[in-house]
């Protein structure tokens, strides 16, 4: 893989130290031998970090010895973490020194020869390994249990390979990394992609490049850390590319370095890609999903049609179900839990149509999962379940697709609460759900029944005719949106 990295040239850089491809074989190294080190060596090795060379040299040292790693999410809840320890069955975490990890049930570090320590389960699981999986990303979490997803090393330098493909005519040499490496979409397309080209894989801490949580984003930070280093590649978000875009001045010169900006995790709505490319931007959107590895179809220079999401990546067949399903073939991955997918196919939930030129198109979506503009899925049955349990609520209804934060339309359990008290029950509500699904605004309005045409006989919300009918109140709780949002 780095055989053949340009001399010179360092492979991983956080700003402070470099390493080549020796200086990073050894990090490998010495993680391997603290992976064996363990009680339990063959089971997963979970890791709670912020970006870093370490965190990509414990990426490699799992694949060097056939380990599975389990990426938990920063910006999860101690619960979820937990969650995702047990269903995992993780011997061990790779955190920094003083992590808080022993209320999960995890002590004893182990030094591994850099600034990340190995805290072994206190009551490790049994010695035992995940066949043909490299890598569990559980993704952002519809629900308070997200699913694990699971991946073979083979899969994720498949994706690698055919994106390193596609960008081989820009020859770029230095990559920033935006976005959390618990998310599979920097993860794999960013370093794994930049190892294969030659390019330097740039990862200072998420703080600096103006990222903190699942959704707070601060453009300044982030513009001048690309000047700075003079990133030629980034991964972004939809909102996170409306903040840049808003924070850019008429004479900006801090995205002169840009070659290419993959944004994806989102519906990108056309205005704002249109925005970007008159401000000279080098935006091209993408579609992906973690069953799939990540990326699926993405715009490419020389190939690329506005309004669609690209074309399928060459080892990722696309074909459209009778109902107007997207379906996604290729080498599946499986949920933890469940028997590897050998059915070929994965009905994605999302609809879409295919041009005569193959490129893909989305038209929207069969299930009710909101993907935030920062690109969290959740189901909002999940914080509706919350608001609903506080007492004061009689009905709740949880918006937010395309849409930088959550908001609600909520119906007072007795018409004599006032504003404040409503505020306390959704201050309560929040405090069980991690910031990517709390309520940011809320608007209090009449019940939804049968007769106003909002729910069901049966009293379930009608969510389409809800948020057709209220239009212009869902979006005045969006008016004057936060750049941090």
């Known amino acids: 893989m780095l055989e053949s990295f340009p001399p010179g040239r360092p492979v991983l850089c956080d700003g402070s130290n470099e390493f080549d491809a020796t200086a990073l074989a050894q990090r490998v190294s010495g993680l391997c031998a603290a992976f064996q080190a363990r009680r339990a060596p063959l089971a997963p090795v979970a890791i709670l970090a912020d970006n870093s060379p370490e965190w990509l040299a414990a990426d490699l040292a799992t694949q060097e010895l056939g380990l599975t790693l389990v990426p938990l999410p920063l910006f999860f809840t101690p619960a979820q973490w937990a969650h995702v320890l047990r269903e995992s069955g993780a011997s061990a975490v790779l955190a920094p020194a003083g992590a808080s990890l022993g209320a999960l049930g995890f002590g004893e570090p182990i030094q591994s020869g850099g600034p990340l320590l190995l805290y072994q389960a206190a009551d490790s699981p049994h010695q035992r390994g995940l066949a043909d ?7 952002s979490g519809t629900t308070a249990a997200p699913k694990g ?6 899969q994720q330098w498949e994706l690698a390979r055919a994106l390193k493909q596609g960008v081989a005519q820009l020859h770029l040499e230095r990559h920033l990394c935006l976005l959390p490496f618990a998310v599979l979409l920097e993860n794999i397309s960013g370093p794994y992609t930049a190892m294969l080209s030659g390019a330097t894989t740039i990862c200072p801490p998420l703080a600096e ?3 903190a949580g699942a959704s707070q984003f601060d453009p300044q930070r982030c513009l001048d850390a690309i000047a700075r280093y003079q990133a030629q590649s980034i991964i972004v978000l939809p909102q996170m590319l409306q903040a840049i875009l808003g924070a850019l001045a008429p004479d900006d010169s801090r995205t002169a370095s840009l070659r290419f900006i993959a944004v994806g995790g ?3 709505p056309a205005r704002l890609l249109a925005a970007a490319h008159a401000r000279g931007l080098p935006v091209f959107e993408g579609y992906g999903l973690s069953e799939c590895c990540s990326v699926v179809a993405l715009n490419l220079p020389g190939s690329e049609r506005n309004g669609s999401v690209g074309k399928p990546l060459p080892h990722r067949p696309v074909r459209i179900a009778a109902d107007g399903e997207i379906e996604v073939g290729g080498a599946l991955a499986h ?3 469940m028997a590897p997918n050998h059915a070929g196919w994965l009905a994605t939930g999302d609809l879409g149509h295919l041009d005569p030129d193959g ?3 989305i038209d929207g979506r069969k299930k009710d999962i909101l993907i ?9 049955e999940w914080p509706e379940a919350a608001l609903l349990g506080t007492g004061l609520l009689a009905q709740a209804l949880v918006i937010g697709d395309g849409r930088p934060w959550l908001s609600a339309l909520l119906v ?3 018409p004599e609460l006032t504003s404040a008290q409503i505020q306390q029950a959704v201050d309560l509500a929040n405090q069980e759900l991690p910031d990517y699904a709390q309520i940011r605004r809320w608007t209090s309005v009449p019940p939804f029944t049968p007769q106003n045409g909002q729910a069901t006989p049966n009293g379930r919300p009608r969510r389409a005719a809800i948020q057709q009918q209220l239009a212009g109140l869902i979006n005045s709780m969006y008016d004057h949106q936060e750049q941090t949002a």
């Open 133 to 139: 999986t490299q890598k569990i990303t559980f993704t």
């Open 149 to 154: 997803v699971c991946l073979s090393t083979a």
């Open 209 to 211: 490049v103006g990222m």
């Open 266 to 268: 989102a519906k990108v």
């Open 335 to 337: 949920y933890l839990g």
């Open 359 to 361: 490129y893909l198109y």
């Open 372 to 380: 935030t503009s920062f690109g969290r899925n959740v189901s909002p």
């Open 412 to 414: 007072p359990a007795r």
